[in-house]
């Protein structure tokens, strides 16, 4: 299933690295080099985004901004925060979104991605 | 499909930025995008593979895109590079924002002129060592 995926990351390695490995599995990926980018990629992009990956801390608008943004503008969305933070910390601020905690393996996004996309949503 | 050819794009406009690179992607290219010269320069000196081609803006905000070409270019002396000028630049802007987005991603709208100069800078031999602007 080819699904159109939007990324949300300020480092620019971290950003194509993920692009790369959602590419290769087919999927069409639309990225932003913060929160302020990716709300006008969706805005503009007029056909379904199937799922939001976005990074916490990003200059302009960070990914927790982002979330709450494009969940009003695209509710069914769904959500994965990549984060060199841990679940427990970002649980504590109240940030309950599927989660991959930063450095991950290419096999453990796939593995995740083709989770949320086989779920229906939050 | 052409998966084993690397593309940087080096594009400051978010919208243009992802036209080019969905594009390429679908035609079977692999894309790396940098939205400014610091992540292009990152981006390049950082991939451990070969890289064939950098497209990138005359005008980046911030610095020349003909300058961030040849400093790639010391670093990776096989990469070949192509410069839009402000007019194909506008060529780019003016396809983002006058169609829907999603189709224009769909429909391979790149300008022409861009167009042939990614066909010369992968297929001519003899395609100029400097950068060349289009």
């Not at chain 1, 925060?81 to 996004?109: I, Q, Y």
């Not at chain 2, 060529?91 to 066909?119: C, W, Y």
């Amino acid at each position: 299933m080819v699904c159109v995926i939007l990324i949300a990351e300020d480092e620019v390695l971290v950003r194509n690295y993920v692009r790369h490995t959602l590419e290769s599995e087919g999927h069409d990926v639309l990225t932003a080099a913060d929160g302020y980018e990716a709300l006008e990629v969706s805005r503009r992009y007029d056909g379904v985004i199937d799922l939001l990956i976005t990074d916490v801390k990003m200059p302009r608008m960070d990914g927790i901004a982002l979330i709450q943004e494009l969940r009003k503008e695209r509710p069914g969305i769904r959500i994965l925060v990549m984060s060199g933070k841990t679940s427990d910390e970002l649980r504590r601020e109240n940030h309950m979104f599927p989660f991959l905690r930063k450095p991950f393996l290419p096999a453990a996004l796939r593995e995740t991605v083709r989770r949320l996309l086989g779920s229906d949503g939050q | 499909m052409e998966q084993d050819i690397t593309i940087v794009v080096a594009e400051d406009r978010v919208l243009v930025r992802n036209l080019i690179g969905l594009v390429l992607h679908r035609e079977g290219y692999h894309v790396l995008s940098a939205a400014d010269c610091d992540e292009a320069r990152e981006l390049c000196l950082n991939h451990p593979g070969e890289l064939k081609l950098l497209i990138t803006r005359k005008d980046l905000p911030d610095c020349k895109g003909s300058d961030l070409a040849k400093t790639v270019l010391r670093s990776r002396p096989e990469i070949r590079a192509i410069v839009l000028s402000a007019s194909v630049a506008a060529e780019l802007q003016k396809v983002v924002h006058q169609k829907s987005f999603a189709a224009a991603t769909q429909d391979s709208s790149l300008p022409l002129v861009l167009r042939n100069g990614i066909s010369r800078a992968l297929s001519e031999p003899d395609f100029p060592s400097e950068p060349l602007e289009i």
